[in-house]
């Protein structure tokens, strides 16, 4: 992005640096949606090449030289995109752009996302000779066109005219509602292929994070959809496609071409993942991970505490970074799990070990945050630290609120029971029979010779006792098994 | 009354069961070891012996210690340890071209080629030993006393510089740094930065590397016109880069035929994605040398040394996206401000002592380092530190012309040493 | 070490959360267990009979593969060692090389107590705290057991560091023990002609000692012998030879044992290494002239070593062109490589700034401050650094992790007072954080200007952008 050539073309500067600009009442020309009037935007993929007119931005609707100054006004961006890899399922992905490659414009501020963007444009823009917002789309369709390759064709419209802006702010909120149900509506068994990220791997060399519709990145920045994105616009960065394979265990989520991957990417660290796993082959997490599981042995439950929680004392005694401490590093540590805050909203959160039937502590601001996400049944039964503060309190709490894991608890996805429950826990080991005997003094043994294997030659060691009087106080022994 | 049982006995009852523990065993008495000769015992065997011995401790008294230890005798034993196999190899790169393949040098450096880690001769001989490029400038430049010293005379004119690096320091290979053609320094356009690279080919008949200023701007045009004044030499172009276009420096490269130096900033990811580019942009991969940054002892050494590391075992792996020879750009250890500064600008240390000793052995230590981690070529400065680690790495190589001085000292007299 | 979690480590614990290790359930202790922050003696049920059988195997399974020895006693004790991995990227090193200055017995007693001082008391600071040496390896010279004792008496009166006793002859070394019996030193050196008479010292005085063959075999045959015999406590000199495929054999001596010790699991070879760096100045001689020559060369070989595997090194040179870089490399190599190394937070001057001069805002994670405060200060630029804590990640990540944010400058700002060292209110932040410009600025009612995404490029930015106009460029009013 060589800055030249856009400062010829464009009457205002843009650079990356002026990505946090604010603009401020007293220094703005317009605001442009934001409270006080509607407005959206929304990047449509438009199947026909034929129908873009590429790089042309169409106004309706009053211009900037035609608005008051200190004036609100609605505003809607409508961009359609073409290219041969680009299909509708990215569109949010691009969508979610606009606001990025906006804010390096000069002078022009962008706030927000979908319905809710709140846009100032600066006076010091204006006097500096920005006329139109057709100059706006058309840097911004360059920014895009230059960021993403893989748009071939795009043009924009741009409407002020209120009317004309609440009209289509029904469509565009339609538009909204189908993406995120089709969102939460795909799932593992819906595609063909995942994705892996290797960003972290700076960091911690061996950590793969593989990415599926219900399994989002364990940093919280890539969904499926985005790492797919990111795979086409740059197939040489950090997110390629995993070809699924076959699927070993739907439940767990553990896939042949995910396994090979593994291998692969790790060096050879480990070889199988259960994607929905937290104890049994669980993803290994870098150290970007914004919520740290840990297992509680004496309730069998599972902890959770987030980055930057307010909560500092766990349970287990452990504060959040001990814990990130633990888990960090691309290796898989059993008890221990890095995810994302969004992966507690997947219908498949840790099923294989009993999804939240199987949580019996979160930290209050995280259960808070997460609230939707819990299902109404186990929302009473998971402590907080209002609630408990050590593993006795737990274990009382749990079983005041009979918590499944106190009897056993049984997988939702299957029917199955995958714990036994506390009251069986007391059953020991067998004590191992005694059996007494008493060598007496003075017995002159000599001990056969007894060999002992030894790396490379087969060669006897004989140890001889000369003279030697053993007495051994007790033998303790075990029955053999089988015997 | 007491019942004789005989070892026997007991060794058949035991038969039936595990044997978990022995509480209070006493043996009083001899205990002699037979073993035979010549045969390698598993420490575990000798854990067991020494843990029965152990159980003896009450039994015996002082003397009979010493006298245990008097009969004592050494247990012979052979040491061996397992080869490490690896499945990678790293690309062999020449530089330089003899007129046998359109060039004028006189000779032409090989890299890398290598089937285990650094000096593992043990493993497997490492086929090229390290090489130096002494660096040399296009304009004069601000530098430690202690390397400018070495360079006074020859400042005002890069053939003369280059020149003294082969001739007086035993520089393998010579770098020119077109730094004057940064337009925040001197602006220097592209062709005369090219006539400058042609002075330098004409100066020395070593192979040559040529750096560009670093101005993300202004690079590709030079390098591109400095490839092209090069043409058939086989140089190294320093260096494509993702914060530039890449693209252009790189085609210059293929279109001259030069060896391009990927270079990226201490991200091995980075440097990954970057080798990718250059393979889609039809780069052979005998054309390929990394630059993953040098960081000076002190100011992140410790980052470029394990950034290295794991490149290269990696590739050694199998990984064939990092499988290529190592440049490092050791001049970076200057730095490092225990290199040229004074004295300390913290009153409680200890004095620093003269600058013009400290200085070098940053810069030999940083060479050196980076080299035990996979460096195969190094750009110096100091002609003594240069000087130093060709001899060191010489010897890790196993170069037969190293001297064996140390062979016929007697180590161990080190504590007698007056 | 054996374990690969807490978890694994936990099960061999008492689980009955009784909190007298200080920690509030096993499995709080067995993390710090398995980081190295706790000791298995912090766990006393763990040695009742009830718990002893699994406390001794989980005390094996905790154990390093490289057995740890420690010298010394009290504050200066150093451990050596106790190593897992053969690449510290692998977990991390644990136990940095001891470095160990020599003295000899013939030195005359001011000279001796002097250099004993020097080496006791040189300091050099370093990314937040004054990095020392560790310790002084006596050496008989005179071969005279009474001359070796009373030097090594003078010596421990001049210094609290753990000492090695170095001479091959057992009567002079033990006469030198006797002084200082209680202060756990490291003998030097056991070979396969007087191994029996150190065995027996060792075992008497209950000190680590050292075993000395170039000759792999006989190396691990005293090893062997030692262990039977009841001695762990063990260092292995493989000989250092300085030159020429001498040092090409001490590297792949040194590389092998290490080998054998932590990837193949053999016990029986797997304990701390000692290199003796200074043989360098026995090739290039004691004449005053060489001296440089030979300093540097023992640097080099101790440069090889801090890296390849010793745990501990015998150095002569004590020259501070030796000592810095030396002590500077083993700070570097034997850092924990999952942390990020970072520095002090707070407000520094470069240069001399008056309240004119411009005040710049870096994350304090150590490579991002070195580059930033070399970048401004070699190009003379009379300016205020404000450092400030990112918990050590650089800015990139910072910024996109939070650690970074708007707040993190406004309790900057207070908290070094910036504002009584410029009158202008105005800070520039670095390229890469530009995301929060407009943030920042209404938090702390500051102006922010936008530096370069590197810091390489800051006097051109300068040219381009300081002193800023009312109405800065980059800032819509």
Not at chain 1, 178 to 203: M, N, P
Not at chain 2, 201 to 224: F, H, M, T
Not at chain 2, 402 to 414: C, F, L, N, Q, T
Not at chain 3, 152 to 163: G, I, N, Q, S, Y
Request: hydrophobic residues 40%; proline residues 5%.
């Amino acid at each position: 992005m060589a800055e030249t050539e856009e400062e010829e073309k464009f009457p205002f500067d843009i650079n990356p640096m002026y990505e946090g600009e604010r603009v401020r009442k007293a220094g703005m020309y317009v605001e442009l949606g934001g409270q006080g009037k509607p407005g959206y935007e929304l990047v449509l993929f438009e199947p026909d090449p034929e129908q873009i007119k590429d790089g042309e931005v169409d106004l309706i609707g009053p211009d900037l030289e035609d608005m008051e100054e200190g004036g609100n006004y609605a505003y809607a961006m409508i961009y359609r995109v073409y290219g041969e890899q680009i299909e509708k399922d990215l569109e949010a992905v691009i969508e979610r752009r606009n606001h990025e490659y906006q804010s390096y414009i000069q002078g022009y501020m962008h706030l927000n996302q979908r319905a809710e963007i709140w846009v100032r444009i600066s006076k010091e823009a204006v006097k500096k000779g920005l006329k139109s917002l057709k100059q706006i789309g058309k840097a911004t369709i360059m920014l895009f066109k230059a960021e993403l390759p893989f748009i071939e064709k795009m043009d924009a419209t741009f409407i002020t005219d209120e009317e004309e802006v609440k009209k289509g702010l029904e469509e565009a909120n339609r538009i909204y509602e189908a993406r995120d149900v089709k969102t939460r509506g795909l799932h593992d068994e819906d595609v063909d292929e995942f994705y892996q990220c290797t960003l972290c791997q700076s960091f911690a060399p061996t950590n793969v994070c593989v990415v599926s519709p219900d399994r989002i990145a364990l940093c919280g920045a890539m969904s499926w959809f985005d790492s797919r994105a990111a795979a086409r616009i740059d197939p040489e960065g950090p997110n390629a496609p995993i070809p699924k394979g076959d699927c070993i265990d739907p439940i767990g989520g553990e896939y042949t071409g995910v396994n090979e991957a593994a291998v692969r990417l790790s060096s050879g660290e480990y070889d199988s993942i259960k994607l929905h796993s937290f104890l049994e082959k669980p993803h290994t997490s870098c150290g970007c991970f914004e919520v740290a599981g840990f297992y509680i042995p004496e309730v069998e439950g599972i902890g959770w505490v987030h980055r930057g929680s307010k909560v500092t004392d766990t349970p287990i005694g452990l504060p959040f970074s001990t814990i990130a401490g633990s888990v960090g590093g691309g290796k898989q540590v059993k008890g221990f799990l890095g995810i994302g805050v969004q992966y507690f909203y997947s219908p498949k959160f840790i099923q294989y070990d009993g999804g939240w039937r199987r949580v019996v502590w979160m930290a209050s601001d995280l259960k808070a945050r997460v609230a939707e996400a819990i299902p109404a049944e186990m929302k009473d039964k998971i402590a907080t630290e209002k609630e408990v503060k050590t593993i006795e309190e737990l274990r009382e709490f749990l079983q005041r609120v009979d918590h499944p894991v106190v009897k056993g608890v049984i997988r939702e996805v299957d029917g199955e029971r995958i714990t036994e429950g506390w009251a069986v826990e007391a059953e020991a080991v067998a004590a191992p029979a005694e059996v007494e005997e008493e060598v007496p003094s003075e017995a002159q043994v000599p001990l056969a010779s007894v060999p002992l294997v030894a790396s490379g030659a087969n060669t006897p060691v004989r140890i001889i006792l000369k003279d030697a009087d053993i007495s051994i106080g007790k033998i303790i022994v075990k029955r053999k098994e089988g015997k | 009354m007491e019942k004789k049982i005989t070892l026997e006995d007991i060794a058949r009852i035991l038969d039936r069961y595990d044997v978990v523990e022995l509480e209070d065993v006493k043996i009083k008495g001899d205990v002699e070891l037979e073993l035979s000769t010549g045969v390698a015992i598993p420490p575990s065997v000798v854990q067991a012996l020494q843990s029965m011995m152990g159980m003896q401790k009450e039994g015996i008294s002082v003397v009979s210690e010493e006298k245990g230890i008097e009969e004592l005798e050494l247990i012979p034993t052979k040491f061996e340890v397992a080869k490490t196999e690896w499945n990678g190899q790293i690309e062999e790169v020449t530089i330089g071209a003899t007129s046998a393949d359109g060039g004028t040098r006189e000779a032409t450096v090989t890299i890398g080629g290598e089937k285990a880690l650094p000096f593992y001769n043990f493993d497997h001989q490492t086929p090229h030993p390290p090489v130096i490029s002494v660096d040399c400038f296009d304009m004069p430049i601000s530098l430690a006393k202690a390397v400018r010293e070495h360079y006074e005379d020859v400042m005002e004119d890069p053939g003369e510089w280059a020149k003294k690096n082969v001739r007086e320091f035993g520089a393998d290979m010579v770098t020119i740094h077109l730094i004057s053609t940064d337009p925040t320094i001197k602006d220097t356009p592209a062709r005369e930065a090219a006539k400058t690279v042609e002075e330098v080919l004409q100066a020395v008949k070593v192979p040559i590397v040529i750096g560009g200023s670093g101005n993300p701007d202004k690079d590709p045009e030079v390098l591109e016109a400095a490839a092209e004044a090069a043409e058939g030499e086989r140089c190294l172009i320093a260096s494509a880069n993702l914060n530039m276009d890449y693209e252009r420096i790189a085609k210059a490269a293929l279109e001259h035929g030069h060896v391009i130096l990927s270079w990226t900033q201490l991200d091995i990811n980075a440097q990954k994605t970057l080798n990718r580019y250059l393979f889609k942009l039809g780069v052979p991969r005998e054309d390929i040398v990394i630059d993953p940054t040098t960081a000076a002892l002190g100011y992140g050494l410790d980052y470029a040394f394990t950034n290295i590391e794991r490149m290269r075992i990696s590739a050694l792996k199998g990984d064939t996206d990092l499988a290529f020879p190592i440049s490092c750009g050791i001049t970076n250890a200057w730095g490092a401000r225990e290199a040229w500064m004074k004295d300390s600008p913290i009153k409680e240390d200890s004095d620093w002592g003269p600058s013009v000793y400290r200085g070098p052995l940053y810069e030999i230590m940083t060479g050196l380092t980076l080299g035990i981690a996979g460096g195969d070529m190094f750009m110096m400065m100091h002609p003594k530190a240069a000087g130093a680690v060709k001899r060191v790495t010489q010897m890790l190589f196993g170069a037969k012309e190293a001297e064996d001085e140390g062979k016929k000292v007697r180590i161990e007299d080190w504590v007698t040493w007056k | 070490m054996k374990l690969n979690s807490p978890m694994e480590v936990w099960k061999y614990l008492p689980g009955t959360n009784c909190k007298e290790c200080g920690e509030k359930t096993c499995l709080a202790f067995a993390s710090l267990l398995m980081e190295r922050k706790k000791k298995l003696e912090e766990c006393p049920p763990l040695f009742e009979p009830k718990y002893a059988e699994k406390g001794k195997k989980l005390a094996e399974l905790l154990a390093p593969e490289v057995r740890e020895v420690e010298i010394g006693i009290g504050e200066r004790a150093r451990k050596m060692g106790g190593e897992d991995v053969m690449h510290r990227h692998e977990r991390t090193f644990f136990n940095r090389t001891v470095l160990v200055y020599d003295v000899w017995d013939t030195m005359k007693e001011e000279e001796l107590r002097e250099r004993v001082r020097k080496i006791t008391e040189w300091k050099k600071f370093y990314v937040g705290e004054f990095l020392k040496v560790d310790a002084i390896a006596i050496r008989s010279v005179s071969g005279e057991a009474k001359t070796f004792a009373q030097c090594v008496k003078r010596v421990a009166e001049e210094t609290d560091f753990p000492l090695v006793l170095c001479s091959f002859n057992a009567k002079v070394i033990e006469e030198g023990l006797k002084e200082v019996s209680n202060r756990r030193p490291l003998i030097y050196a056991a070979d396969k002609e007087n191994w029996k008479e150190f065995l027996g010292i060792a075992k008497r005085f209950k000190v680590p000692v050292t075993l000395f063959s170039p000759d792999l075999d006989m190396l691990n045959s005293l090893a062997v012998t030692f262990s039977s015999a009841g001695i762990e406590d063990i260092v292995l000199d493989p000989g250092t030879y300085p030159e020429g495929g001498g040092l090409e054999q001490t590297f792949s001596r040194f590389v092998r044992i290490r080998r054998a010790g932590i990837a193949d699991g053999n016990k029986g070879i797997a304990y701390p290494l000692i290199a003796v760096p200074m043989t360098a100045w026995m090739v290039h001689g004691s004449k005053a002239e060489n001296a440089l020559a030979a300093s540097y060369w023992e640097a080099i070989i101790a440069d090889l070593f801090i890296i390849k595997y010793a745990d501990i090194m015998i150095l002569h040179s004590i020259e501070p062109h030796s000592l810095i870089p030396v002590r500077t490399l083993v700070a570097n190599i034997y850092t924990d490589p999952r942390r990020p190394v970072s520095v002090e937070p707070g407000l520094r001057e470069i240069g001399n700034p008056t309240e004119r001069s411009p005040l710049f805002v870096t994350t304090n994670f150590a490579l991002t401050y070195y580059t930033v405060e070399s970048d401004i200060s070699s190009n003379k630029i009379d300016s205020y650094l404000m450092v400030v804590d990112s918990e050590g990640i650089g800015v990139e990540s910072a910024v996109a992790g939070g650690q970074l944010n708007a707040e993190s400058f406004k309790d900057a700002l207070e908290s070094f007072k910036a504002a009584d060292k410029v009158k202008h209110k105005t800070m520039v932040i670095p390229g890469l954080a530009a995301r929060l410009s407009g943030e920042t600025e209404d938090v702390t009612g500051w102006t922010v200007l936008v530096g370069p995404r590197d810091s390489g490029r800051i006097p051109d930015w300068m040219d381009k952008n300081w002193p800023p106009e009312t109405g800065s460029k980059t800032m819509a009013r």
